[in-house]
């Protein structure tokens, strides 16, 4: 009786314990949910600076560059906008997972039976074989080919179906706050030596000097010269923050193509950082921000990334 007691609450521990770690289904792209607080804060970013760009900021440049501005800023954007929805929308799985179909959820790793998550070019969740440089993504709980990182930005893997897409999103956003940098530090310097060459159109000549168009030239709006100062210095700082992330980015891809076989874990680049350090390295290390995605699979131990890189060195 005692044995049969025993053996209904050992089942019913085991039962309630695999209740509470649930298979869970692969993310097929960047806008598989749940979706990322990095992702809405990159596409809030990117349209607020283009509305201060195209509404604000290039009108006030002198009628004959403005043409020109307008062209070379638009061109950039809509470069930067259709590359970011690719990076974001490719899926960057393996062909055989891609194959599934994510037609059922991904097993749980059990540490018992196996060592490691990828083993002889086999993995042990998406339950097929993969190449050599595939590494079984955590967040995105599916087999990357090519992996190169994670991002939270895009809330989506990096690998070699939509690397490329990636790395013109970073050169593209990189230009663009350049010139928007650049225009910025125009409007400023002029303002305090010659406020007359940045109020060029010829609606300023009804309105006060303390007075200034926004939206021109199709909806004109009138504000006063501290909120135009305060929108600038707004926006100076936010395009700075951004330029500093997405260069530093830039740099390390820049470094990173030079080496023989980026995408590897022997790459001395990658060498000391984890896989998914790479994209913003400043901020990605947040201890409660990888505590919830590491949460729940249970019985892992360090990186999911590394794990699948030890096991293609050992394989
Ligand atoms: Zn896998
Ligand atoms: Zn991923």
């Given at each position: 009786m005692d044995l049969c007691g025993?053996?209904?609450?050992?089942?019913?521990?085991?039962?309630?314990?695999?209740?509470?770690?649930?298979?869970r289904w692969s993310r097929v792209n960047g806008w598989s949910w749940p979706l990322h607080?990095?992702?809405?804060?990159?596409?809030?970013?990117?349209?607020?600076?283009?509305?201060?760009?195209?509404?604000?900021?290039?009108?006030?440049?002198?009628?004959?560059?403005?043409?020109?501005?307008?062209?070379?800023?638009?061109?950039?954007?809509?470069?930067h906008f259709v590359v970011h929805l690719l990076a974001i929308s490719i899926d960057p799985a393996e062909t055989n997972v891609r194959l599934k179909n994510y037609s059922e959820p991904v097993p749980t790793f059990d540490p018992s039976k196996h060592t490691h998550v990828i083993e002889n070019q086999y993995c042990h969740l998406c339950e097929v074989t993969?190449?050599?440089?595939?590494?079984?993504?955590?967040?995105?709980?599916?087999?990357?080919?090519?992996?190169?990182?994670?991002?939270?930005?895009?809330?989506?893997c990096?690998?070699?179906?939509?690397?490329?897409?990636?790395?013109?999103?970073?050169?593209?956003?990189?230009?663009?706050?350049?010139?928007?940098?650049?225009?910025?530090?125009?409007?400023?310097i002029q303002y305090?030596?010659?406020?007359?060459?940045v109020r060029t159109h010829p609606l300023y000549e009804d309105v006060s000097k303390d007075t200034w168009l926004l939206f021109l030239p199709l909806f004109p709006v009138k504000t006063k010269t501290l909120v135009v100062l305060g929108i600038g210095?707004?926006?100076?700082?936010?395009?700075?923050?951004?330029?500093?992330?997405?260069?530093?980015?830039?740099?390390?891809?820049?470094?990173?193509?030079?080496?023989?076989?980026?995408?590897?874990?022997l790459c001395p680049l990658r060498s000391n950082m984890a896989q998914d350090e790479v994209c913003?390295?400043?901020?990605?290390?947040?201890t409660s921000d990888k505590s919830q995605e590491e949460t729940p699979l249970e019985g892992q131990q360090g990186s999911f990334c590394s794990?699948?890189?030890?096991?293609?060195?050992?394989?």
């Amino acid at each position: 009786m005692d044995l049969c007691g025993r053996s209904q609450r050992g089942a019913l521990r085991e039962a309630s314990r695999k209740q509470a770690s649930p298979r869970r289904w692969s993310r097929v792209n960047g806008w598989s949910w749940p979706l990322h607080t990095f992702q809405a804060v990159a596409w809030t970013t990117l349209f607020v600076l283009a509305f201060a760009n195209f509404g604000i900021f290039v009108p006030l440049l002198p009628p004959n560059w403005n043409l020109v501005i307008y062209g070379v800023t638009g061109g950039l954007f809509c470069f930067h906008f259709v590359v970011h929805l690719l990076a974001i929308s490719i899926d960057p799985a393996e062909t055989n997972v891609r194959l599934k179909n994510y037609s059922e959820p991904v097993p749980t790793f059990d540490p018992s039976k196996h060592t490691h998550v990828i083993e002889n070019q086999y993995c042990h969740l998406c339950e097929v074989t993969v190449n050599k440089k595939a590494k079984h993504c955590r967040a995105c709980n599916k087999c990357v080919s090519d992996f190169d990182h994670h991002c939270k930005w895009l809330n989506n893997c990096v690998g070699g179906r939509n690397y490329r897409c990636f790395f013109c999103s970073l050169v593209s956003a990189s230009a663009s706050l350049l010139f928007l940098i650049t225009i910025l530090l125009y409007v400023f310097i002029q303002y305090f030596v010659s406020p007359e060459e940045v109020r060029t159109h010829p609606l300023y000549e009804d309105v006060s000097k303390d007075t200034w168009l926004l939206f021109l030239p199709l909806f004109p709006v009138k504000t006063k010269t501290l909120v135009v100062l305060g929108i600038g210095v707004f926006v100076l700082l936010l395009s700075a923050l951004s330029l500093l992330l997405l260069g530093h980015l830039l740099i390390f891809h820049l470094f990173l193509s030079m080496c023989p076989d980026p995408h590897s874990s022997l790459c001395p680049l990658r060498s000391n950082m984890a896989q998914d350090e790479v994209c913003w390295p400043l901020l990605e290390t947040s201890t409660s921000d990888k505590s919830q995605e590491e949460t729940p699979l249970e019985g892992q131990q360090g990186s999911f990334c590394s794990e699948a890189c030890r096991g293609h060195e050992r394989a």
